[in-house]
């Protein structure tokens, strides 16, 4: 399948084969969440959005705003949002979308570099999902999952001003 994504879809390798590119503290390339870097059965919802198989109605992007509120869904069957981006730099977006792990939802948190080549390893997820309650402070936002159900989870999304990219 991992041949597919390229042949098929124009997919790039998210795993390391050269020195990366750029480093973040806990957050390595995202081989357990995307099909095109290793272990996982499915597509990080970035790889989604760049193939045009969300709809705008399934994608939140923020830039200016000091705090929002999303519920984000994990079902490839609703309309509803299933991926909140947020635009650090040009070029650079952190992202979260709900994970099902186990039987319950989380939220992956992740950081697309597109000045990092595909070999360099291009985007940086964390291993650790958010559960409820759960947050992590990345480049001047605050990523808080404050509620999950069985169909996705409720997000928060706070600009902190603090390290920014």
Request: charged share 20%; with cysteine.
């Amino acid at each position: 399948m991992h041949e597919l994504g390229h042949s098929l879809f124009g997919f790039e390798d998210l795993y390391p084969f050269g020195e990366p590119g750029w480093e973040i503290q806990d957050a390595k390339f995202p081989g357990a969440w995307d099909l095109m870097a290793g272990n996982s059965t499915t597509f990080l919802n970035w790889d989604k959005f760049l193939m045009g198989w969300l709809k705008s109605s399934e994608v939140r992007c923020i830039t200016n705003q000091v705090s929002s509120i999303h519920y984000l869904t994990a079902s490839d069957s609703s309309e509803n949002p299933r991926v909140l981006f947020i635009n650090l730099t040009p070029g650079v977006t952190l992202a979260a979308e709900p994970r099902v792990d186990g039987l319950s939802q989380k939220v992956l948190v992740y950081v697309i570099n597109s000045y990092v080549s595909h070999g360099n390893v291009p985007i940086l997820a964390f291993d650790k999902l958010l559960a409820a309650g759960e947050s992590k402070d990345l480049f001047g936002w605050r990523i808080t999952v404050l509620d999950t159900d069985s169909n996705g989870a409720l997000v928060q999304a706070t600009k902190t001003d603090i390290d920014k990219f």
